[in-house]
C-alpha cells in the first residue's frame, strides 16, 4: 500500500568514517551530554586539553569538573539549552588533570527527542590572561595619571616665602600643593647642607650652654 510518510533514509556508509575522522581530529573539544548530566561521547580534543581521560570524564556528572564559582551559572545556561535554547559564547572554567582549571568557550544545542545536548568547546585560557594582562596594564596606567593630576605650566611662587598661589590665589606652602593637586605625600628629613649650616651652629649653641 502506498504511503505519503517518508521514512529517514539510511546514512551513507561511506559519510559515517568522514564523520567520525571529523570527530576524533577536530581541534574543538565536541561532546554529547545527556540531559542526566553525563558525557556520553567526547573527542580526543579533552584529553589534551584537560589531561582526563575520556573514561575519567566520563565517570561523573559534568558539573564537578566545572571550577566551584562558575556551577551556578553553569547549571542555570544548561537548564535553559535542555528546554530548547542554545548556549552561544558562554564560558566557564573546567578542572585539569593537574589540578588547574582552563577557560573554554561553549557553543551547545539540545535534541530534545534523544535528550542529549551537542556542545563545542574551545580553550581561551590564553586569551583571558591576555585580557587580564591588558586589563592589569589600562589599571596602572589609569593609577598613574590618576596619581600625577598634574603640576602644569608655571606656578606663581613667592621670591621669599616660597609659598605656592593656587587656583582660588591662596597661598600655600611647596607641601601642601603638592599633596592638593597629587597623591604625594611627604616625609620630613634634614639634607646635608642644612645640617651643616643651621643644625650644628644650633648644637654648637646649646653645648656651650
Not at 567520525?20 to 579533552?46: E, Q, T, V, Y
Not at 544548561?78 to 589540578?99: I, P, T
Request: aromatic share 10%; proline share 6%; hydrophobic share 35%.
Amino acid at each position: 500500500m502506498p504511503s505519503d510518510a517518508h521514512p529517514e533514509p539510511e546514512p551513507d556508509a561511506a559519510v559515517l568514517p568522514a564523520e567520525d575522522r571529523f570527530f576524533d581530529l577536530s581541534i574543538d573539544m565536541l561532546c554529547f551530554l545527556d540531559f542526566s548530566g553525563r558525557f556520553k561521547r567526547l573527542n580526543p580534543a579533552w584529553e589534551t586539553t584537560l589531561g582526563f581521560t575520556r573514561a575519567e570524564l566520563m565517570a561523573k556528572r559534568f558539573i564537578e569538573f566545572v571550577h566551584p564559582d562558575d556551577r551556578e551559572r553553569t547549571l542555570v545556561q544548561n537548564q535553559g539549552v535542555r528546554s530548547g535554547g542554545h548556549a552561544r559564547s558562554f564560558e566557564n572554567r573546567y578542572l585539569c588533570k593537574d589540578g588547574s582549571y582552563r577557560w573554554l568557550l561553549w557553543n551547545a544545542a539540545p535534541d530534545p527527542r534523544r535528550e542529549v545536548i551537542y556542545g563545542v568547546a574551545r580553550d581561551i585560557t590564553e586569551r583571558k590572561r591576555a585580557e587580564e594582562e591588558r586589563e592589569r596594564l589600562v589599571a596602572e596606567l589609569q593609577q598613574a595619571l590618576a596619581e600625577v593630576r598634574t603640576l602644569r605650566g608655571f606656578l606663581p611662587i613667592c621670591a621669599y616665602c616660597k609659598r605656592i598661589s593656587n587656583d582660588q590665589n591662596y597661598w600655600q606652602s611647596v607641601e601642601a600643593y603638592i599633596s592638593t593637586h597629587t597623591d604625594t605625600r611627604f616625609s620630613h628629613g634634614i639634607c646635608p647642607s642644612c645640617f651643616t649650616s643651621r643644625v650644628e651652629p644650633e648644637l654648637a649653641k646649646l653645648k656651650k650652654r
